[in-house]
């Protein structure tokens, strides 16, 4: 039995059109059907294929690029990375929008992104720092202004990784790609109050947090405020659990009898 439309929570959107053709080309490169170092059908192809605008296949190639699965050479087209992250890669192949799949890929990044904070703040040079307060200004900058933050909120978490000097770190997080940040458009996991301006400030109060122990050389500090972080990102998601659970049950109960 399926709800209404009218009693479905209406925290949830249905899955855009980039994400099934993201789906279908990630299926057929990690699996081996189109190798590393092919070239993707041209853009005109792939909107015969699927059936959806040149738009969408921008999007999807853009996601995909993100996720470090393709890339783009200019006047040649869209090729699969020779080494592609196959061990990380599966962990973004569901592009549905079930929270369970949010939530076990945040329990991967707390595995690697609180030590990363950790070892950023021990090992991080000047450069280093710079880039991770240049991605905290930029997210800020963007909110100032209305856009879409997720690009900038990506950014900052892998210039942290980056300050580890361990590439690994870095790897993990290019495979999990910007759809792991909620706030970003091509999340599956976005939902109007991720992208609001009230969600991404408290984002941005977890971030400052992050960045002043970082900055501060304190290890401990910023193990314990990637932890608050993403930890807090868990609750949000476990709260939307409820919510949905509380809608269904609503809309099963109905009117008193009279």
Excluded at 12 to 38: C, F, H, T, W, Y
Excluded at 51 to 71: F, K
Excluded at 179 to 187: E, G, N
Excluded at 202 to 212: D, F, N, P, S, T
């Amino acid at each position: 039995m399926t709800m209404e439309p009218s009693t479905a929570s209406k925290t949830e959107r249905r899955p855009k059109l980039s994400e099934r053709v993201v789906s279908a080309i990630r299926s057929q490169v990690l699996s081996g059907e189109i190798p590393p170092g092919d070239k993707l059908p041209t853009e005109s192809r792939l909107t015969e294929m699927f059936g959806v605008s040149r738009t969408v296949v921008r999007e999807a190639i853009a996601t995909l690029a993100a996720d470090g699965l393709v890339e783009a050479r200019q006047g040649a087209g869209v090729f699969v990375k020779q080494h592609p992250a196959h061990a990380f890669g599966s962990i973004g192949l569901e592009t549905g929008n079930r929270i369970s799949h949010a939530l076990n890929i945040l329990e991967v990044r707390m595995g690697i992104e609180i030590e990363s904070a950790g070892l950023a703040a021990l090992r991080r040079n000047g450069a280093q720092e710079a880039q991770i307060q240049e991605a905290f200004f930029d997210f800020d900058r963007l909110l100032a202004l209305g856009e879409t933050t997720g690009k900038a909120d990506f950014a900052f978490h892998r210039a942290i990784a980056a300050a580890t000097n361990n590439p690994f770190y870095v790897e993990v997080l290019d495979a999990l790609g910007t759809r792991a940040i909620p706030c970003d458009v091509t999340s599956p996991w976005g939902t109007d109050s991720a992208l609001s301006r009230e969600y991404q400030e408290g984002l941005q109060r977890e971030h400052l947090a992050i960045l002043k122990a970082i900055s501060a050389s304190d290890p401990d500090a910023a193990r314990a405020a990637m932890r608050a972080h993403l930890s807090a990102s868990q609750q949000r998601y476990r709260a939307r659990l409820s919510g949905q659970q509380a809608g269904y049950a609503s809309a099963r109960t109905g009117p008193p009898a009279t």
